[in-house]
């Protein structure tokens, strides 16, 4: 089990230092955060190689980190001795007997500490220091790395050429399906877990035979009649035969099929839902780490959920999962506690989180929890009709819109508020919480919501119990009747009240939209006041 | 999980009973098996993959690999941060005086020889019990040939591992410890070369490891069996040897025999001479074997070339210091027939001398 990644100097990541769920970990972000680069690193280090191939043959400049390379120029034009960019991606097991392997002290832990591990390292080759030496007087943005050396080994200092078998990973990309070349290496090596070492001899030499078999049959003419041509040198007979060379091997023939279709033939989503449904599988060569990106790519929402389903009951606890995702119903679903968040600041996780919260939001896979995790600033109301008048008295006030400055307004539709207020309490997110007071003193109100407040983060705003009991009413104290009455454009027959609250939506964009002037309700323009800082 | 100790005579087959038991355990159980030379380590290695070749978790190591790869390697950091091993320097030695890395790491980062072992000893408090509790996890059990060959922090390692919850077997004859993995160190030379015995016996009473005899030779023939014996005095409290070689050919046993006779005892029996080494015996002219490189050898026949302690513990039963013994030992030992010893004045020795016979058909 991974207990700790570490990142240096790859790509993105400048230094990142990562501390994964046991079992399950939904990686999260904006886009360009370094999600995929986060899988990547991971496959990297635990397996050697990225997207099939060898690092050390795909090393290129730009796998180190942009900041890095400038801050290297800059020193260096400065004078300033400096070390060369380098990568360091560490990844940090469990300390069980199992791993002991892998054990040792060459990790970056201070002090010294040893524990299984393995480490990627992209450093200057000592072969080529002259070369380096003689760049580095007028650096360029773009590393040399002909004379970098990608060194990939254990904790305890043992240099690694083939993945050890402890680390077994799966690595499954659901965002591009590539083109028709056929079973990919990733595939293949999923497919080759699955067989035990027997099974895979015995289909090997039955390959062999048959091949062997069509040789001596249906070629037999042919071969007659081509073997009197002398076409070799020295007037040898040549002859036609299949080829048992290892470039030709079983594996490279054989290809999952869906209902007789060719598994590259089937639909996209149903292609990674048999590759994660293959790596999760239980049986003995199973993959200990799986990496998913975004699984819920080419699948219905029905799909998705039979996915999502899938993989919960296929979960068990010596696999260790980590999936990339932009969904809401993966995060929901899966549990918002594996959530692991890669923001602009330190990483985010929300491994304590009370069982009772996990569980609401697994029941409500509608709800946009990645709305919350993603925004910097958070405005939560109750209800569309809410959100759409919030949005005018922000506008109103500061001639922008709240997405504009980085506010998220965000409806609950019946959400418990508390619900969501924790979410964003642990998320460390600042929040502005708007609600009707239904006739309730909002001194009452604001009591079981404490534990999730604080002064200047995290706040609710309710509107007094005597300027009505709702938004509409709260409208029509702060407007005024006749003001109101033609924003929105009604007979004067309709008692204003009963007709804002028959049509909550129809009522909020005719305000939203109007080119009258709107006066706020005191509790909405204190929240916008508040979350706009 | 058990610690025991082997003391076996020569020719007791050593070896072979690390084969038969590595043959014996389940196929699943991880066994390092630990050798001095690299001559015993090819030919336990053959002898597994004849006998345990089905056994994939049976590892042979030499003793400096060993320490290299677990000890070394993985947990430098420990005492020099940063740092890792980049070789290994066989013959080089620190300056008397140096301290910290230099002490240890040559310039270009390798391990001294000399220094491996108190490197390797020292890593072991460093870690905090990392580096036997990563020993504990790879291996179930650890065989260890030639234990008499060890020396110097290679004892502090062994107590280290007795205190481990991995399975420990050694094996060694005592009596042949002529090899030592430090010549230099001054560290626990109190145990060095046969005294090894005593080191034994203080764990023993301690509890940490079960001593057991091996007194069995299957090699040398009784008469040499015997004077095998005598060559360590009683004080060692050594068991006597027992022979199951029931060969007889007509000339076997201990022999002396003068200067003059040494060629053509040569012509009539084709022994193996053994000398102590290139500087000894220059007077005769024979292809000769030193002591050292004999060492877990068999001939039929040898012929020695005696040092001074080996004339004086013949003519006269003088005791020998422990390596002069060890080496001794190990030569007489070589033999399955017949021991002859290159001696003009015997002293009060009791041992027959050999004559070529009269040939009747020249003389009368």
Known sequence: MIKKIRIRGYRIHRDLTIYPNPKLNLIVGGNESGKSTLIEAIVLALTGRINGRSAAEELNPYWFNAADVADFIVKRAASELTRLPEIDIEIFLDNVPELQELCGAHNSNLPTEACPGVRIRCLPNPDYLAELQAWATAPTPLLPVEYYCVEWSTFADVRLTMRPRALTTAVIDARTVRSSGGVDYHLRQILGSQLEPQERASISLQYRQAKAALSESAFKTVNQRIGQLHAALHAQPIALAMDQTARTSWEESVAPHVAGVPFTMSGQGQQSAIKIALAMNRHAGHAKYVTIEEPENHLSHTSLATLLDRMGALASDDQQLFITTHSSSVLNRLGIEALQFLGPAAPVKLDELSTGIVGYFKKLPGFDTLRLVLADKIVLVEGPSDEIIFERVFVDLFGKRPMACGIDVVSMRGLSLARGLELCHRLGKKVAATRDNDGIDPTELRRPLAPWLAAGQREVFIGEVAHGHTLEPQMIHHCGEAQLRTILGIADTANLETWMTRQKTEAALRIASSSEAVTAPAYMLQAAKFIHG | ?364
Request: charged share 20%; net charge positive.
């Open chain 2, 1 to 364: 999980m058990a610690k025991r100790v082997t003391l076996a005579v020569a020719g007791s087959r050593k070896t072979q009973g690390i084969v038969e038991h590595c043959a014996g355990l389940p196929t699943a159980r991880r066994v390092l098996a630990l050798t001095y030379t690299q001559k015993n380590q090819q030919e336990l290695q053959d002898r597994l993959a004849r006998h345990a070749g089905d056994h994939l978790n049976i590892e042979v190591l030499g003793w400096f690999t060993f320490l290299l790869r677990h000890f070394a390697k993985p947990f430098l950091p420990f005492m020099f941060p940063g740092e890792k091993v980049r070789g290994f320097n066989f013959e080089g030695m620190p300056y008397r005086m140096s301290k910290g890395k230099a002490r240890f790491l040559d310039k270009g980062g390798a391990v001294y020889r000399s220094e491996l072992g108190r490197l390797a000893f020292e890593l072991i408090t460093a870690s905090k019990g990392a580096l036997i509790r990563r020993l504990e996890g790879i291996y179930d059990e650890i065989l260890i040939d030639e234990v008499q060959d060890l020396s110097a922090y290679d004892w502090e390692i062994l107590d280290a591992l007795l205190s481990s919850n991995i399975a420990i077997w050694m094996v060694g004859d005592i009596r042949q410890a002529v090899l030592a993995t430090n010549g230099r160190s001054s560290k626990n030379k109190k145990y060095a070369y046969a005294d090894a015995i005593n080191w034994f016996r203080t764990r023993e009473k301690k509890g940490l490891v079960a001593i057991s005899e091996s007194t069995v030779t299957w090699r040398c023939h009784p008469q040499i069996a015997a004077f095998s014996d005598l060559i360590f005095d009683a004080s060692w409290g050594f068991p006597g040897t027992v022979s199951k070689n029931e060969t007889v050919t007509g000339h076997d046993g201990v022999f002396l025999i003068r200067g003059e006779h040494v060629a053509a005892y040569v012509s009539a029996y084709s022994p193996q001479s053994l000398r102590h080494s290139a500087a000894s015996a220059k007077q005769l002219d024979l292809a000769f074997m030193n002591f050292k490189v004999a060492k877990g050898a068999t001939f039929a026949r040898v012929l020695i070339a005696p040092t001074s302690p080996i004339t004086d513990f013949i003519r006269s039963g003088a005791s020998m210091e422990p390596l002069a013994a060890s080496s001794f030992y190990v030569s007489v030992t070589r033999a399955e027939q017949s021991v002859a010893i290159v001696l003009d004045d015997p002293g009060d020795s009791k041992l027959p001398y050999w004559t070529p016979p009269v040939s009747t058909g020249h003389r009368r």
